[in-house]
């Protein structure tokens, strides 16, 4: 079994930077196709970034492209997204997912681990 595990979540000003991490174990982590999804209060669980195993093909929600980077760091069995320039409406709480089958989707279905999620809440 996967465990996953989101950190890095708070309140911060609208601007500012966060960095969350998503660590994983329980299997090889390069095994791992890894997404981020959000979900805000009274809105739908949205797909925000996705990172290959290797790491060579990532993919962004339009929402955040040119504001967020997602990273893997294997020898610490982790994925980073870096978010810059936060806006109100990224308030949410993110979820780290992982799939050990096919490649990067947007969608909830193709992965099988998730976290618990971590709180993200940018004030104006």
């Known amino acids: 079994q996967v465990q996953v595990v989101e950190t890095g979540g708070g309140l911060v000003q609208a601007g500012a930077s966060l960095r969350l991490s998503c660590a994983a174990s329980g299997r090889t982590f390069n095994s791992l196709v890894v997404g981020w999804f959000r979900q805000a209060p009274g809105k739908e669980q949205e797909f925000v970034a996705g990172?290959?195993?290797?790491?060579?093909?990532?993919h962004y929600a339009d929402s955040v492209r040119g504001r967020v980077t997602i990273s893997r760091d294997d020898g610490q069995n982790t994925v980073n997204l870096q978010m810059n320039t936060l806006k109100v409406e990224d308030t949410a709480v993110y979820y780290c997912a992982a799939s050990a089958r096919g490649s990067v989707t947007t969608t909830a279905q193709g992965y099988d681990y998730w976290g618990q999620g971590t709180q993200v809440t940018v004030s104006s």
């Open positions: 990172i290959s195993r290797t790491g060579s093909w990532v």
